[in-house]
C-alpha cells in the first residue's frame, strides 16, 4: 500500500465513524433530551417513590387486562403508556444498593428493555386481546426482577 492509499483508507474510516454518530438511533434516547432539555428528577422525587408507583401501576395494567372489556382494555392501553414514560425516564435516577459502572449500564438497558416490552402491550390491548397482553406482561415482569436482582 502507497501513501495515498492509506490516506484515503484513513479518511474513509473517519468519514464512517462520523456518519455512524450521526445516524445513531435517536429513539433509543430519551423524550426529554430530544427536546433538548436534560432531565433531572424535581425535589422530593426519588426510586423508592417511583417504583411504588411502578408497581401500581403494574398491578393495575393487568387487573384491567383481566377485566376486560372495553373500559378495562382502555385503561390498561393508557396505563401501559404512562408505565412505559416511567421506564423512559428511569435511567436518570439511582440507587445506593445499584453501584458501578456495569451495574449502572445494564440499569440503562433494563429500563429501556422494559419501556420497549410495556409500550409493545399498547397495540395488543387495542386489539382487545387480554391473554396476548397478559403473556406479554409477565415476560416484562422478569425483566423487573433483573433489575432487583442487581440489588446488593
Ligand atoms: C432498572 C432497574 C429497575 C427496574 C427495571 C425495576 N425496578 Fe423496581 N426497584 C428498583 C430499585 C433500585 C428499587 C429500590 C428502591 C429504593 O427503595 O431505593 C426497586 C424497588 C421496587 C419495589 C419495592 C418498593 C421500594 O421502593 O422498595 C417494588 C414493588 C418494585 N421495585 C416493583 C417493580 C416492578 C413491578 C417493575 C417492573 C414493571 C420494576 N420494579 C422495575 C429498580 C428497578
Not at 382494555?73 to 456495569?102: C, I, N, W
Request: hydrophobic share 40%; charged share 25%.
Amino acid at each position: 500500500m502507497n501513501k495515498t492509499t492509506i490516506l484515503a483508507l484513513s479518511c474513509a474510516i473517519v468519514l464512517l465513524g462520523v456518519a455512524a454518530i450521526l445516524t445513531s438511533n435517536p429513539s433509543a434516547g430519551i423524550a426529554a433530551e430530544k427536546a433538548g432539555k436534560a432531565y433531572k428528577p424535581g425535589p422530593g422525587i426519588d426510586t423508592h417513590h417511583l417504583m411504588e408507583g411502578v408497581d401500581a401501576t403494574f398491578s393495575s395494567i393487568m387487573d384491567n387486562a383481566k377485566k376486560g372489556g372495553r373500559k378495562g382494555f382502555k385503561a390498561a392501553r393508557h396505563q401501559a403508556y404512562a408505565l412505559a414514560t416511567l421506564m423512559d425516564v428511569l435511567p436518570h435516577f439511582e440507587s445506593e444498593e445499584v453501584t458501578g459502572a456495569e451495574k449502572r449500564a445494564k440499569w440503562d438497558k433494563l429500563s429501556h428493555q422494559l419501556r420497549d416490552e410495556i409500550l409493545a402491550v399498547g397495540p395488543v390491548l387495542k386489539k382487545k386481546d387480554g391473554k396476548g397482553a397478559l403473556a406479554l406482561l409477565e415476560k416484562a415482569g422478569k425483566t423487573c426482577e433483573a433489575c432487583h436482582e442487581m440489588r446488593d
